[in-house]
């Protein structure tokens, strides 16, 4: 306290302390923000380019298990020749569709299993991971149909019927007849996973908190001038 020709004045809150209400103090050190671009949580460009090159070689080269699992599990179309020419067995029968099938529901199954990987391992991984991923399904899904062709059966439909003889059955060449859809197949549903687990799964950005705002100030700021301008107007209150 003060006093001033017989009046008492109350202690004014010096300049350099804030008061207990001060809506521009520093946050509380236990609130957090978000990542901030160059945060250790955010990685750069280029350790981002390197995720995505790891991504996309890693998956494409998964396609050739993609490959070998269509050479196992397509259904084989079954042909038959005599002197002249080489016909189907069975011309009603559903294999060649039965092998395009196969790929497909082959390759979502990869798209599906890759993309949790990539999620799982590079949850934070922004853009570039997602086109690294994109782009090695594409590769992995042509490797696999070239893998498949070339352990399938001969493509050299001719030869194999003169080997086999009048009369006799042999398998027609493994190939895709839809080559773009069953392609595509990959990629897209590996996007579609990934994008459905960063929806639900994904990081989210923490709001400040900001334990000590009480809202904006109402009425006139007090500063050092104001207590005595006050002191002295209220005519000796104390």
Do not use: C
């Amino acid at each position: 306290m003060a006093w001033h020709d017989g009046t008492v004045t109350a202690p004014l809150t010096p300049p350099h302390q804030p008061g207990p209400h001060d809506p521009w103090q520093a946050p509380p050190s236990g609130s957090h923000l978000a990542p901030y671009s160059g945060a250790p949580d955010d990685p750069d460009t280029a350790t981002e380019l390197r995720q995505a090159a790891v991504v996309a070689v890693l998956v494409a080269v998964s396609g050739i298990a993609l490959g070998l699992l269509w050479v196992w599990l397509a259904p084989r179309v079954p042909l038959v020749s005599d002197d002249t020419a080489v016909f189907l067995k069975n011309s009603e029968g559903e294999e060649a569709i039965g092998a395009d099938g196969t790929f497909v529901l082959l390759a979502i199954g990869f798209g599906v299993l890759s993309a949790a990987l990539v999620f799982w391992r590079l949850r934070r991984g922004g853009v570039l991971v997602v086109a690294g991923l994109a782009l090695g399904a594409v590769l992995a899904s042509l490797i696999a149909w070239r893998v498949g062709v070339w352990l399938g059966p001969s493509s050299d439909v001719v030869g194999r019927a003169r080997e086999a003889g009048q009369g006799v059955t042999f398998d027609a060449p493994l190939e895709l007849h839809t080559v773009w859809v069953a392609v595509l197949a990959w990629p897209f549903a590996a996007m579609g996973i990934h994008l459905l687990l960063t929806a639900a799964f994904g990081p989210r950005d923490v709001e400040p908190e900001w334990a000590y705002y009480q809202g904006p100030v109402q009425g006139p700021l007090e500063g050092p001038g104001s207590g005595a301008s006050s002191s002295a107007g209220g005519g000796g209150a104390a």
